[in-house]
């Protein structure tokens, strides 16, 4: 019924840039939170940024200030900026949105993207 479909990520020499594109797709009422999150291997899954639907957002102590985190409400769209990457910056990064699906006015539910690597070699 719903699917967030993860883009953009890839290999890139410390100091780079990429851009990580994730849509959500399928009987979408309304999307609160969007976000992304990261696992690096051996480590449990963290925050890496998150943004609201009226554009508030927080970010890991870890990339601040390096990633920038925005949203097109329209297309169901959150993106991730991220600049100056370091190694320690690689990981598989998914997407999650918190979202209401069509005719339900229950509690927002919580879902994820199949996840996209990205490595950043020193």
């Known amino acids: 019924q719903v699917q967030l479909v993860e883009s953009g990520g890839g290999l890139v020499q410390a100091g780079g840039s990429l851009r990580l594109s994730c849509v959500a797709s399928?009987?979408?009422?309304?999307?609160?939170?969007m976000g992304w999150y990261r696992q690096a291997p051996g480590k449990q899954r963290e925050l890496v940024a998150r943004?609201?639907?009226?554009?508030?957002?927080n970010y890991a102590d870890s990339v601040r200030g390096r990633f920038t985190i925005s949203r097109d409400n329209a297309k169901n769209t959150v993106y991730l900026q991220m600049n100056s990457l370091k190694p320690e910056d690689t990981a598989v990064y998914y997407c999650?949105?918190?979202?209401?699906?069509?005719?339900?006015?229950?509690?927002?539910?919580?879902?994820w993207g199949q996840g996209t690597q990205v490595t950043v070699s020193s």
């Open positions: 943004i609201t639907s009226g554009g508030f957002t």
């Open positions: 999650n949105a918190n979202l209401r699906l069509v005719g339900y006015s229950g509690p927002y539910n919580s879902y």
């Open positions: 399928g009987s979408i009422s309304s999307i609160n939170i």
